[in-house]
DNA sequence: CAAAATTAGTTAACAGTGTTAAGTTTTGCA
DNA sequence: TGCAAAACTTAACACTGTTAACTAATTTTG
């Protein structure tokens, strides 16, 4: 069946097209910059079309998601040679705070935005797999800190909603402009990576 | 001036009209219940009528948001009484989580929503009132415990920051549904709790 | 008191949004 | 070649915030 075979490969090459369009659009103008009539004039087909691969715009939001998530991975990479579990766990939350920073808005689809959860949820396996294995990494790393007694005993869970939270909640209020009024714009970087320091420290059970 | 005197008092009643429809939409259908058409149709004026009252929708917004700022001072009238300022520490915190749970799409407007901040930053003196007051309080009781040496001595700025992060980060992970895939809904609450014990018992000098 | 000027409010329109039902064109196969 | 299925488009719905231009009411002035 090759004639079967190249509509296959037809429909995939335009699903692809649908969201390169969708990623440009969402690279240079934001979120608010990705409409479903304006993906269908770059690929050059009319609106509804994109309908025909995509259920809704909330399912392209959702890709461009996972997209930040690989993006994430791959701002992580080196990390694993980090022998230090502390030191591992410290450098993961340098480079989230990095990430965040570098790409507001994939960490506001990933982590602050409704609409890739509304699609999870509208899906019949509704896991929020992108997030269980963050987690599971920070998880892990703490984990190992714990066994190596390079940190307090304690509830795993409960230390990694405190870490992530941290975290996130200083990247969200500086790309949703809360620390703008309140700090120095030259400050609030530093800062950010000072706090994160002043954890790592209290932490620390050496110190 | 009497007439002059009843005519002000009449735009100040139909500007608190809109200002309670607004709340009203809100309340009842959240940030996306409110509109400019729907606001009009309920104080029964044109649509365009409301832009006499209000530059634009960012300002009533921006409006909204100093009501739930006003709601979470209530939230926090009787943490005064609390004479440790390490006890004081922990109610402001659990206070900030209850509050942001009990009001998600309040705190949605004053943390996480761009209206307000860019209604601020169209105004001449662009100062972020509201925040600055909040974030100042969590700074004193910080001092008051370094100064009792509660907590280990370092930049307050730093931890404030550190624990604001922390607590926003925990509400706005679980109001913008990032915890729902990832634990068991009964759970979030107590873990969040959980959590800020740990971050104030790994300050605590004492423990 | 009547005319002019100011204030208050409305109508109509612009330029966009996501999405659906119905209709048309293209394609593949018997 | 005819027909069915797939692919795609047109037109429409029901909204959104916002502005310019117009009308109606009210106040001030001559």
Redesign the pocket.
């Known amino acids: 069946?090759g004639?079967?075979e190249?509509?296959e490969k037809?429909?995939v090459e335009?699903k692809q097209q649908i969201l390169d369009a969708s990623v440009k659009l969402f690279s240079e103008h934001g979120y608010d910059g990705?409409?479903?009539?304006?993906i269908?004039e770059i690929v050059?087909?009319?609106?509804?079309?994109v309908?025909?691969y995509f259920k809704?715009?909330?399912e392209i939001l959702f890709e461009l998601h996972e997209i930040g998530f690989k993006k994430m991975e791959e701002f992580n990479r080196d990390i694993i040679d980090i022998k230090n579990p502390l030191l591992r766990l410290h450098k993961l939350g340098e480079n989230y705070l990095r990430f965040g920073l570098e790409y507001p808005d994939y960490y506001d689809l990933m982590f602050l935005l409704p609409a890739p959860m509304e699609f999870i949820n509208k899906m019949q396996d509704c896991n929020w797999t992108s997030g269980d294995n963050a987690l599971f990494i920070l998880k892990s790393i703490l984990q190992e800190c714990m066994d190596k007694k390079l940190i307090k005993h304690g509830d795993v869970d409960v230390m990694a909603m405190a870490i992530w939270g941290m975290v996130h909640g200083m990247v969200s209020l500086t790309i949703r402009k809360r620390f703008e009024k309140l700090l120095d714009e030259s400050e609030i970087i530093p800062s950010m990576n000072k706090s994160l320091n002043w954890l790592m420290n209290t932490m620390d059970t050496s110190s």
């Open positions: 069946m004639i079967n190249r509509k037809q429909k335009l990705v409409s479903m009539r304006k269908a050059e087909y009319s609106p509804t079309t309908y025909l809704d715009k909330n």
